[in-house]
């Protein structure tokens, strides 16, 4: 039986940078998982409202225009407490740490390589 790196979850990718986003969503997608994307932390609430039991992990970057990721990640927990979520900054681990202290929060600096992405995902769904 395939593991969740080989692609059975349905994953909302939010990050303002389009570059970012687009390479993130065609890895992820490589995998086999189905993609959702967003260019902000708004519009990343409204398509997790939308679909939320579809919804199996978050790859929200903290900065993010309109809602900030620190502020998505907060209300991500209030009404799906439970839901994996990987943190991604280009800044260091320390500075996610006031958000990311939650045992179904996990945080990926930027730059990560395929491989680091690859297990961050497989490690967050496979604690879900």
Not at 26 to 35: A, N, P, S
Not at 40 to 48: C, I
Not at 73 to 88: E, G, H, K, M, Q
Request: proline content about 6%; overall charge negative; hydrophobic content about 45%.
């Amino acid at each position: 039986m395939a593991g969740p790196s080989a692609g059975n979850a349905t994953i909302l990718v939010v990050d303002d940078e389009a570059e970012v986003r687009s390479i993130i969503v065609r890895l992820l997608r490589r995998f086999g998982h189905e993609v959702l994307e967003a260019a902000n932390g708004e519009d990343g609430l409204s398509a997790l409202g939308e679909a939320p039991t579809a919804v199996g992990l978050v790859i929200l970057d903290l900065t993010l225009p309109r809602v900030s990721g620190s502020d998505c990640l907060a209300t991500i927990r209030t009404r799906f407490p439970a839901l994996p979520v990987i943190l991604t900054s280009g800044y260091t681990q320390e500075s996610a740490a006031p958000v990311g202290r939650d045992p179904h929060t996990m945080f990926l600096a930027k730059p990560f390589s395929l491989d680091e992405l690859k297990a961050a995902v497989a490690s967050a769904l496979g604690g879900s």
